[in-house]
């Protein structure tokens, strides 16, 4: 967002005020990292879902692609499109270009967390693998890439070692879970 829509965001909640201390760049800066970081995750949830819920059928290995892919794209732009209405709410303004641009900008993480995944899959719709073998590798990518991004919180808490570890089970179980659900109903 632009230093000026922030600072309208900052005054209309309330901490604007130079009184209070607060770094307010790095804070920002801070923020724009967790949300990255958090998009990620919500992307690649969301991705390694749809790709638990297509099954082992071979001849969709394409449409499983795609499914992944639409998805994706479909939840990224909603996701963009609410944000967009909630900094209209808060600013009481229409939103200039730049800005819609750079909340699409903050979100795309969301949406680039699918790519690995979506590779994954590709791989077998090249007959470089297997169809079964390219689901179990997206799903794989998914849950592992979910424990980096863990780890990866852990690291910016910089809270220790111990704290890294707990990040990167809980992401990760997300995973986890979800690999659990696939293997429960196929």
Same mark, same amino acid.
């Given at each position: 967002?632009?230093?000026?829509?922030?600072?309208?965001?900052?005054?209309?909640?309330?901490?604007?005020?130079?009184?209070?201390?607060?770094?307010?760049?790095?804070?920002?800066?801070?923020?724009?990292?967790?949300?990255?970081?958090?998009?990620?995750?919500?992307?690649?949830?969301?991705?390694?879902?749809?790709?638990?819920?297509?099954? %082992? =059928?071979?001849?969709? !290995?394409?449409?499983?692609?795609?499914?992944? &892919?639409?998805? #994706?794209?479909?939840?990224? +732009? @909603?996701?963009?499109?609410?944000?967009?209405?909630?900094?209209?709410?808060?600013?009481?303004?229409?939103?200039?270009? %730049? =800005?819609?641009?750079? !909340?699409?900008?903050?979100?795309?993480?969301? &949406?680039?967390? #699918?790519?690995?995944?979506? +590779? @994954?899959?590709?791989?077998?719709?090249?007959?470089?693998?297997?169809?079964?073998?390219?689901?179990?590798?997206?799903?794989?990518?998914?849950?592992?890439?979910?424990?980096?991004?863990?780890?990866? &919180?852990?690291?910016?808490?910089?809270?220790?070692?111990?704290?890294?570890?707990?990040?990167?089970?809980?992401?990760?179980?997300?995973?986890?879970?979800?690999?659990?659900?696939?293997?429960?109903?196929?």
């Amino acid at each position: 967002m632009t230093e000026q829509f922030e600072h309208e965001i900052e005054d209309a909640v309330g901490i604007g005020d130079p009184g209070t201390g607060v770094d307010h760049e790095m804070l920002r800066r801070a923020e724009h990292k967790a949300h990255e970081i958090a998009g990620a995750i919500y992307g690649t949830i969301l991705a390694t879902t749809v790709v638990a819920a297509v099954g %082992h =059928e071979p001849s969709q !290995i394409e449409s499983s692609i795609l499914i992944v &892919l639409g998805t #994706s794209a479909v939840f990224f +732009a @909603a996701h963009v499109y609410s944000l967009m209405v909630a900094a209209r709410m808060v600013a009481g303004r229409r939103l200039r270009r %730049h =800005e819609v641009q750079t !909340i699409a900008v903050e979100e795309w993480p969301m &949406l680039q967390s #699918s790519w690995p995944i979506v +590779a @994954a899959l590709a791989l077998g719709a090249l007959d470089i693998v297997s169809y079964e073998v390219a689901i179990d590798l997206a799903m794989a990518v998914g849950i592992g890439a979910l424990f980096f991004y863990g780890v990866l &919180l852990g690291v910016r808490q910089d809270q220790g070692r111990l704290n890294i570890l707990v990040n990167a089970l809980i992401v990760g179980a997300f995973g986890v879970l979800i690999l659990a659900l696939k293997i429960l109903v196929h």
